[in-house]
C-alpha cells in the first residue's frame, strides 16, 4: 500500500554521508556547498536534452547572464513530443543494441492536462486564433504541443544555443569542480570540452521498463511496450493483455479495443475475484488484481499453449502482452563514481529531486518528479537552478542537504512506500512547486491551475473516453486563467510582441 507522503520543509535527523574521497580534491576548488550567498556570477552551463524540460532550463540559465549550450541527438527541438511513426528493432525495448527511437508519442495522443495547466507562465499555451493548421482543443494532440515548444524556443532565442545531432557519451569531473562534457555528432566526430555546470534534462520516457512474468521465456506470443506503440493496426483481430494503469494505458486500450479480438485489463476497480466488461464494450474485459499489486505481479504466470493466467485465477489464451508498465530512470553518460546512481528506479541522492549534494550546484536534474504538470514544474526547477549558479539563491550546506535526503528516504520507508515511487509526487507536486517558487522568489501556484488539474485527473478516472471534451463546467477557472495570463504579459512576466499580448486580451 502506498502511503501519502508530504514534502519535506525542514531537517530531521543527521545521517553520515557516503565515501566520496575519489572526488574530493576536484570540488575543493569550486564553492559548491556554500550557505553564504556569494557575488553574482555567471558560468558556462551545459544542458543536456532540448525537450520541453531543456528549453525551458536554458532560457532560465540565459535569462540569469549564463552562457548555455544545449545537447541534441536529434534532429529538432521537442524530445518525446516528436511523433514519429518509427519504432525500436526491439518492441519490447530490452535489447542493449536495438535502435533507440526517443519518442514514445503514439498517433492519437492528445494532452490529459487542459493547455492552460500543460503551458509555462512565462509563455502562456493559448489558442492561435485564425491558423486552421493549429489545433484549438483544450485537450490538444501532440503536434499543438510541439508547435507551442517551438514557439517558445523561437520566442526566447533558444534555438541559436542548441547543437542538433549532438549525442552527449560522457559527464564526468575534473579539477576545479568543473565538467568535462564528450559529445559525438551524427557524422562520428567527437568533442571534448569543459563546462562549469550541467543540467541533466534527457527525459525518462525512453529505457521501458517491464513486468516480470513467471514462464514468459517460453511464451510464444509476442511482447510490446507502449515505447513502441504508435497504432491499433497491429493489434488487429489479436487477442490482447494489456499490463497498466496510466494515463497511456487508459487511452490505448480503448483504441486497441476497436480493431482487437479481445482486450484484457487487470483493474484495481473491479470487485476481487471477478471479471467483468467495460461499459460499452464487447470485447474489453476487466480482471480484478489484489489491491497492493504491483505491475511486476499481475500475471501470475505465462505457459507454451499461450495461456495467461491472472492473479484472480482467470485463464486467456493471448497472442500479444502490451506493457504500459512506465520507464526507468537512465543516464549512460554520466560517471560519478557510485555517488549518483538509479536503484529500483530512485535516482539518489537527490536534493529536492533536483541537486544531487555532493556535487551540488555544479550538477542538477530538471524532471525527475512524476505524476505532475511537467511544463510548470520544469519551468520552476530552472529558474532555482539558474538562480543558484548565479549565487543569487543559496542552497543549504552539502550536509544539511543529505541530511534532509536521508530524512526523506526514512519517511518513505517508514510509510512502505516503494524506492519505485520516490518521485512520484502526485499528491504533493503543488506543495513541492509552491517551495521552488518560494526559493526563487516568484509567485506560487495558482488556484485555478491546481483546481483545473485535479479536476482533469478526476474526470479522466470517472469518464475517460469523454473527459477531454466535456469542459463547460469549468470554464470559470479557464477565465481566470487567461485573466492572469493578461497580467503577466502587462506586468512584464512575459517577453511577447503587441500583437500577443492583444491576443491575450481579448481572450
Known amino acids: 500500500m502506498i502511503t501519502t507522503i508530504p514534502f519535506l520543509f525542514q531537517k530531521m535527523t543527521t545521517h553520515s554521508l557516503p565515501s566520496i574521497a575519489p572526488i574530493r580534491r576536484a570540488l575543493s576548488k569550486s564553492a559548491a556547498h556554500s550557505s553564504t550567498m556569494q557575488p553574482p556570477t555567471t558560468l558556462n552551463v551545459a544542458v543536456i536534452g532540448a525537450g520541453a524540460a531543456g528549453l525551458v532550463a536554458a532560457r532560465e540559465l540565459r535569462r540569469e547572464g549564463h552562457t548555455v549550450v544545449v545537447f541534441e541527438r536529434g534532429d529538432q527541438i521537442g524530445g518525446t513530443w516528436v511523433y514519429t511513426p518509427e519504432v525500436e528493432s526491439d518492441p519490447i525495448g530490452l535489447h542493449p543494441n536495438r535502435n533507440i527511437v526517443h519518442s514514445s508519442m503514439y498517433q492519437s495522443l492528445r494532452t490529459n492536462l487542459p493547455r492552460e495547466v500543460m503551458g509555462f507562465r512565462d509563455y502562456p499555451f493559448v489558442v492561435k486564433e485564425g491558423d486552421e493548421e493549429r489545433d484549438p ?25 542548441v547543437r542538433f545531432e549532438s549525442e552527449v557519451v560522457s559527464v564526468g569531473l575534473v579539477e576545479g569542480g568543473k565538467w568535462k562534457v564528450k559529445s559525438k555528432s551524427k557524422r562520428g566526430e567527437v568533442v571534448e570540452e569543459i563546462y562549469d555546470a550541467v543540467v541533466v534534462c534527457n527525459g525518462h520516457h525512453t529505457e521501458p ?36 494503469s496510466a494515463a497511456s494505458a487508459v487511452d490505448i486500450s480503448r483504441e486497441i479495443a476497436g480493431v482487437a479480438k479481445e482486450v484484457h ?70 560517471e560519478t563514481n557510485g555517488i549518483v546512481i538509479v536503484e529500483d528506479n530512485r535516482v539518489e ?60 528516504y526514512s519517511l518513505l520507508e517508514a510509510s512502505d512506500t516503494p524506492k519505485r515511487y520516490t518521485h512520484n509526487i502526485a499528491d504533493h507536486q503543488f506543495g513541492y512547486d509552491d517551495w521552488v517558487a518560494t526559493e526563487c522568489g516568484c509567485p506560487i501556484s495558482e488556484e485555478w491551475r491546481k483546481e483545473m488539474y485535479f479536476a482533469a485527473i478526476e474526470n479522466m478516472l470517472t469518464k475517460p473516453e469523454t473527459y477531454r471534451d466535456e469542459w463547460v463546467e469549468y470554464d470559470h477557472l479557464v477565465s481566470q486563467a487567461h485573466e492572469d495570463f493578461k497580467k503577466y504579459a502587462l506586468n512584464g512576466h512575459i517577453i511577447l510582441d503587441q500583437k500577443k499580448v492583444d491576443m491575450l486580451m481579448d481572450k
Open 349 to 408: 541522492p537527490l536534493y529536492k529531486h533536483v541537486f544531487p549534494p555532493v556535487f551540488a550546484p555544479s550538477l542538477s536534474f530538471v524532471g525527475i518528479p512524476w505524476k505532475v504538470a511537467p511544463f510548470f514544474m520544469f519551468e520552476l526547477q530552472g529558474k532555482w537552478i539558474a538562480g543558484v549558479l548565479s549565487n543569487r539563491i543559496a542552497l543549504p550546506s552539502q550536509e544539511d542537504m543529505m541530511e534532509d535526503v536521508r530524512a526523506f
Open 137 to 161: 482543443r483544450r485537450f490538444p494532440g501532440h503536434g499543438e504541443v510541439l508547435k507551442y515548444l517551438n514557439e517558445y524556443a523561437t520566442e526566447f532565442g533558444i534555438y541559436e544555443v
Open 265 to 334: 485489463i487487470a483493474s484495481r476497480s473491479v470487485a476481487d475475484e471477478t471479471i467483468e466488461k467495460h461499459p460499452g464494450y464487447d470485447n474489453l474485459w476487466l480482471h480484478s488484481m489484489v489491491k497492493e499489486f504491483t505491475h511486476d505481479q499481475i500475471i501470475r504466470s505465462v505457459h507454451e499453449d499461450g495461456s495467461v493466467v491472472f492473479q484472480d485465477g482467470s485463464v486467456v489464451r493471448a497472442d500479444i502482452i502490451l506493457h504500459c508498465t512506465g520507464y526507468k530512470y537512465h543516464f549512460p553518460f554520466l
Open 209 to 244: 521498463r517491464v513486468a516480470q512474468i513467471s514462464g514468459i521465456d517460453t511464451w510464444k506470443g509476442k511482447q510490446i511496450h507502449s515505447h513502441n506503440y504508435r497504432t491499433p493496426e497491429p493489434f488487429r483481430d489479436q487477442v490482447v493483455i494489456l499490463i497498466g
